[in-house]
């Protein structure tokens, strides 16, 4: 019989970047999917609900549910607003999610005091980019003769301070991982100078890297089913699960593991 450790706190995994459309929601919600499939309990809190991406995937997924069953999350979405009390609507965001074992947090992609404050919360800051110098440029700055890393730019700086925060709350310390996204099958240059760039800063400012995830439409189709590649197999009308499905599936665990989420829960695995 597998033992379940009650969670005092849920793992709070934020995912964040400064520069916008990077894949921050669309990988919030395919984590959230696989961690839900594997028969933990998730929380999702959107942050960016003015834009509501993750707001809008969850409740067509609360849609499909109501025809299909699938694993839901308990959403919170907190729309940013001049007058609101920041801190507490946080605490009650959290509130609203305190028994789930993971709670994933989406933010915008540049900085607002919400964002800001939501980083705080993080045990694991997972910051994807796309696989392009215009990207890194949010985190570092590049010589562009030398083709080196120059010095960190605001968003690394934002994170930095966010670590600070973080300790100050609870003495608990930020895991930052960066992951390299919508990674293409041609730009072979392009892909080893952003590899050996994000090497040098990972080992400057303190990320971990997490295996890249490839540019596929199916992170995109199944968003009005509010639905991940991870469902698909489980699913009663079982679509056919092309190579691209198999290989998404694949990198969203690839994920799971890099971010460490299963061993520090102590879940049990649900044998599929
Ligand atoms: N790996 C991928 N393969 C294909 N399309 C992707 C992938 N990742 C993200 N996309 C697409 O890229 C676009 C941006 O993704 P998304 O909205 O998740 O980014 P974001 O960082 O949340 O953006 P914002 O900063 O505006 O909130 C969307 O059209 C999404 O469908
Ligand atoms: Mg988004």
């Keep these: 019989m597998p033992s379940f450790r009650p969670q005092k706190a849920p793992r709070v995994v934020v995912f964040g970047n400064e520069k916008g459309g990077t894949g921050k929601s669309t990988l919030a919600m395919h984590l959230a999917v696989a961690l839900l499939n ?11 609900a003015r834009q509501g991406t993750l707001t809008r995937y969850v409740a067509n997924r609360r849609l499909f549910a ?41 933010t915008p992609g540049h900085d607002s005091a919400l964002a800001q404050a939501g980083h705080a919360y993080a045990d694991v800051l997972v910051t994807p980019i796309n696989d392009s110098l215009i990207d890194l440029d949010v985190i570092a700055t590049v010589d562009p003769h030398k083709q080196t890393i120059q010095r960190p730019s605001h968003y690394a700086e934002r994170v930095w301070k966010a670590k600070q925060a973080r300790a100050k ?23 080893k100078l952003m590899a050996r760039l994000v090497a040098e800063l990972s080992k400057r400012i303190g990320f971990r890297i997490a295996d890249g995830i490839h540019e596929r439409v199916i992170y995109r189709e199944l968003f009005l089913d509010g639905l991940t590649a991870e469902d698909l197999s489980t699913l009663a009308d079982r679509r056919e699960a092309a190579m691209s499905h198999v290989a998404a599936r694949q990198e969203i665990r690839n994920l799971v593991t890099a971010l ?9 695995l649900v044998s599929r």
């Excluded at 709350?169 to 892909?191: E, P, T, Y």
């Excluded at 460490?260 to 049990?268: C, K, Q, S």
């Design 38 to 48: 594997r028969g933990l309990s998730v929380g999702t809190i959107d942050l960016d």
């Design 66 to 106: 109501s025809r299909t069953a699938v694993p839901m999350p308990e959403h919170v979405a907190i729309v940013p607003s001049p007058a609101q009390d920041i801190e507490a609507e946080l605490v009650k965001a959290f509130e609203q999610v305190a028994s789930c074992q993971v709670v994933i947090v989406d």
């Design 169 to 191: 709350k609870d003495g608990a310390s930020l895991d930052w991982v960066v992951v390299r996204n919508r990674l293409g099958q041609l730009d072979a240059r392009n892909k």
């Design 260 to 268: 460490g989420l299963l061993d520090a829960i102590e879940a049990p």
